[in-house]
Nanobody, 119 residues
């Protein structure tokens, strides 16, 4: 089970850190991804981190502003979001997949956490 947390209301230019805690299973061998679904739009890929943290990949829209990290001892993945923009407003989800870090093929999904960025 995955549970995302840390969402909230922030002004444009601000920062938030989301957490994704895993329970009931060890996800240390899984690639972990973050996705988001803006209001009225489809879910989109944000970024992914490999099982050992050695590789990260981001969507163009967030590259340079967002950073994914993980602590396998705590079974937790983080999404640090800086320089937030109103268009970052969305429900954010974490997900897990076996194999290489990528944008598709996720098997486990957590409940989302809402991030609202005011202008």
């Amino acid at each position: 089970q995955l549970q995302a947390s840390g969402g909230g209301l922030v002004q444009a230019g601000g920062s938030l850190r989301l957490s994704c805690a895993a329970s009931g299973r060890t996800f240390s061998s899984y690639a972990m991804g973050w996705f988001r679904q803006p209001p009225g739009k489809e879910r989109e890929f944000v970024g992914v981190i490999s099982w050992n943290g050695g590789t990260t990949y981001y969507a163009d829209s967030v590259r340079g502003r967002f950073t994914i990290s993980r602590d396998n001892d705590r079974n937790t993945v983080y999404l640090q979001m800086n320089s937030l923009k109103p268009e970052d407003t969305a429900v954010y989800y974490c997900a897990a997949k076996v194999g290489v870090a990528g944008t598709q093929g996720y098997e486990y999904w957590g409940q989302g956490t809402l991030v609202t960025v005011s202008s």
